[in-house]
């Protein structure tokens, strides 16, 4: 043990001669793994030991565990995708011959394919209930707005990934799946359209095809990336928020208990998420047959509160105007830090704003489940 | 009456025009007084090939005054007796009619048929040409708007043997066309838009029309069904229906509305000769399960199959052994006429052992899906283990801690 860890000490040492390993590292804690800066003129153990050695909030909490997951997770999509790229054809005729030559015939393709379904489930989810908790612990007070809004936009982002790639898959489900929901993303004024132009037109071509692949494999990642590197950036700089009546504690047993508990969640969700695939692998319908609707063609789930929302309401009701409020509720959920202006106080002090949230959490899950009822 | 003459005349001078020079000479002028019939005329085939009102009426077609126009040669509308022999001096004209390959023998089979030897003694109710090929608007046969397109034969014969009025003078069935429409016959016609099935005319013959007698319905019927009539040859129900004076075919399946083939038939049509109890009605029973068993088999195979088609696992081949099965089971039911039960086994059988063995391999591959689960089981065991341990690290390191936990 001692000899491997000097043996690794010495490679390291010889590393720290030809680069700058501090430097590197520290770009490594812009993704969330470590959330101190680092003096990166010194060697990678001696500013570790100094960061180490601040005190820091006891940062263990699991709620702040779900930050490093996304990231995980995102990369896990990565590697999984990556994969199915390899067998992946992006047109029309090949992608659904591609998608089950994947399943059925390539080794663990199956398995991998599904981890990869599961997973973009997860994430949204993830991302979804950390939204939450920044709702409800206030992380969106000054320093912090732009923290909110990147990780709404981080939700965002994530949900197109979800939604390009079932179009990829090109299977009848998905398939009405998605030309159903470009019908939804129609009413919805500017985002909509936009959208909707951007994929080249109401209805699923090879135009759309292609660039949901490269909005799929390249755009959206990279958008991703991006996101990621500047949420964790801010995380970083600003620090950790503090709960009230938080302590600051020796920040090496915070660093390590935080890492601990980093591995125990992820055994248990890797495990969940192996798991699912296994047990409910979500079934490969049959090719798409233009002229019959499969039962059970629903938009994704997280479009159903926008789809129950606009059946629910009268048929004189204008699209147009039902689009509007949809756009402006996501708007004002976006700029939520500059909206309101109150003082940062803790969840107690804030119930009116709580319940307001919660109530428009009820109302979008009855949406959700009407929207399903009704698809 | 010249108000609403006038307009016509002109739309029939304005086509007269239009359809160019070329045979407004031949057509000549009739059109013009009968422009209703001239606009029928166009419609059909005769028009297209030169020919003219003058060829059938006479008369003379420069004039437009009615009186030299209706002089002369002039005979008007051909009486009904008249009108084969009329159509049979072009269209039994082997010159003429060599450019079209169109027979020639026509009006010799009309007159050997049962319509022409009626018109012969004068009776008034037989079909003419005419009456099945149209007047003034005779459109060719494979025009889908003729008469005699194969897909209006049953209602143009039906216009005749299907009127209760007529048909009530003769000892003919009372409404051939009605039966012929629920027949499988029809139904392959008219639903699966099949060609080769047959009209009235494929078994009664066209011009040459009569009824297949008691000994000739096999004949017929075997034009088509050859290997149920091969099997039919062979059985002992050959000479016993022909010892009785019975049809055939049609003593099971009747004549017009000929029932699909299913197992049915030996259920209900057996009965009505063989006593309850009879080995005759063993057989029967026999057979029906051979084929019932047959059939069951082969749609299990293809639900397998296609359950392992959704997981998704590679079925093609079995979907093509199981198109054979299906063969199988399609040849097994013209040797139903050979009402031997080893016969029927013989082919039964193989599509039961084709099916059986795909359901078996199906089944296999299925299972094997199994293992995804057992590994599952092993997984989830290093799983709880890794989560303990690292579980035991992340208390112990709270305890080792000094003044932790707050
Ligand atoms: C946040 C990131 C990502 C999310 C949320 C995501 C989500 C999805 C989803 C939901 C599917 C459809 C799976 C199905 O319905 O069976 C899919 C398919 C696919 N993804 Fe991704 N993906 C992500 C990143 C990537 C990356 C980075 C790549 C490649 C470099 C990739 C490559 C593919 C390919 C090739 C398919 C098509 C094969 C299939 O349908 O299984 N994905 N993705």
Redesign the interface.
């Known amino acids: 043990m001692g000899d491997a860890r000097t043996r690794a000490g010495r490679v390291l040492d010889w590393l720290e001669v030809r680069l700058n390993i501090t430097e590197i590292f520290s770009f490594l804690t812009n993704f969330g793994l470590f959330t101190a800066e680092l003096d990166t003129k010194k060697p990678l153990r001696s500013a570790l030991d100094e960061a180490l050695a601040r005190p820091m909030p006891?940062y263990a909490r699991w709620p702040r565990v779900l930050g490093i997951l996304t990231m995980l997770l995102f990369l896990l999509q990565c590697l999984t995708g990556t994969l199915l790229a390899l067998y992946y054809r992006p047109t029309p005729e090949a992608a659904y011959d591609s998608v089950?030559m994947i399943?059925?015939?390539v080794t663990l393709g199956w398995f991998v394919q599904q981890v990869h379904f599961w997973g973009s489930a997860l994430l949204i989810v993830i991302l979804l209930i950390r939204l939450l908790r920044f709702f409800y612990d206030a992380i969106y007070k000054p320093p912090r707005e732009l923290l909110w809004v990147i990780g709404f936009l981080l939700f965002i982002a994530t949900t197109h990934a979800d939604f390009t790639g079932k179009v990829m898959t090109f299977d009848s489900r998905n398939y009405w799946s998605a030309t159903r929901s470009l019908e939804i993303f129609s009413h919805l004024p500017v985002v909509g359209s936009l959208f909707v132009f951007l994929a080249g037109g109401g209805d699923l071509s090879e135009v759309t095809l292609v660039r949901f692949y490269l909005a799929h494999i390249f755009i959206l990642p990279t958008v991703l990336f991006i996101l990621f590197y500047l949420h964790f950036q801010g995380v970083r700089h600003l620090g950790l928020s503090h709960r009230e009546g938080e302590?600051s504690?020796?920040g090496r047993?915070v660093y390590?208990?935080y890492l601990?508990?980093l591995?125990?969640l992820l055994?248990?969700v890797?495990?969940l998420l192996?798991?699912v695939a296994?047990?409910l692998?979500h079934?490969?319908a049959a090719p798409p047959d233009l002229l019959s609707t499969p039962a059970g063609a629903r938009p994704p789930w997280y479009l159903l509160p926008v789809y129950g929302f606009f059946e629910i309401l009268p048929r004189w009701v204008p699209m147009p105007f039902k689009g509007s409020i949809v756009v402006l509720l996501g708007v004002g959920i976006c700029i939520l830090p500059f909206l309101d202006r109150s003082a940062p106080v803790q969840p107690s002090g804030r119930r009116g704003v709580i319940i307001l949230g919660a109530m428009l959490l009820l109302i979008a899950l009855l949406l959700g489940v009407y929207g399903y009822r009704h698809a | 009456m010249r108000s609403v003459g006038r307009p016509r005349i002109g739309v029939v001078v304005g086509l007269l025009l239009l359809s160019g020079a070329v045979h407004a000479s031949d057509v000549g002028r009739c059109g013009v007084c009968h422009s209703d019939i001239r606009v029928q005329f166009d419609a059909g085939i005769h028009k297209s090939e030169g020919f003219a009102c003058v060829n059938c009426h006479g008369g003379n077609p420069a004039s437009d005054d009615m009186k030299i126009a209706h002089g002369g040669s002039f005979k008007g509308v051909p009486g009904r007796r008249e009108i084969p022999p009329l159509c049979a001096s072009c269209h039994s004209n082997i010159e003429l009619m060599k450019p079209y390959n169109l027979a020639t023998d026509q009006y010799a089979l009309y007159q050997s048929s049962q319509h022409g030897r009626l018109l012969a003694q004068g009776n008034p109710d037989v079909a003419v040409c005419t009456d099945c090929h149209g007047t003034h608007e005779i459109r060719p046969r494979s025009d889908p708007q003729s008469s005699v397109n194969i897909t209006n034969i049953p209602k143009t014969c039906g216009r005749c043997h299907s009127d209760a009025k007529i048909i009530a003078k003769y000892k003919l069935p009372s409404d051939p066309s009605a039966e012929y429409y629920g027949s499988v016959h029809a139904a392959a016609l008219y639903k699966a838009g099949n060609l080769n099935s047959p009209d009235c005319s494929r078994c009664h013959g066209v011009h040459g029309a009569a009824p297949p007698g008691v000994g000739d319905v096999s004949k017929v019927c075997g034009q088509c069904h050859a290997t149920a009539r091969r099997y039919f040859d062979m059985s002992p129900h050959k000479e016993a229906l022909a010892a009785g004076g019975n049809p055939e075919c049609a003593s099971c399946h009747s004549n017009h509305a000929i029932a699909p083939a299913d197992d049915k038939v030996l259920e209900t049509t057996c009965h009505s000769c063989h006593e309850p109890g009879s080995t005759a009605l063993g057989v029967a029973t026999q057979i029906e399960a051979e084929i019932a068993r047959a059939r069951v088999g082969v749609r299990e195979a293809e639900k397998l199959v296609e359950e392992a088609e959704?997981?998704?696992?590679?079925v093609d081949d079995y979907r093509s052994r199981l198109e054979d099965a299906r063969t199988y089971l399609t040849e097994a039911l013209p040797v139903v006429h050979s009402f031997s039960v080893k016969e029927v086994r013989d082919v039964t059988g193989r599509a039961t052992s084709i099916s059986e063995e795909v359901s078996v391999e199906v089944q296999e591959k299925i299972d094997r899906l199994r293992w995804?689960?057992y590994?599952?089981i092993i997984?989830?065991f290093y799983?709880l283990v890794?989560?303990a341990l690292?579980?035991r690290?992340?208390y112990g390191?709270?305890k080792s801690?000094p003044g932790?936990g707050?």
């Open positions: 006891s089950r399943v059925r015939d302590q504690e020796g047993l390590h208990r601990l508990n591995s125990i055994t248990v890797f495990a192996v798991t296994v047990l692998p079934p490969f | 959704e997981v998704p696992l590679e995804r689960r590994g599952l997984f989830w799983i890794t989560i690292l579980v690290w992340r390191l709270e801690a932790a707050a």
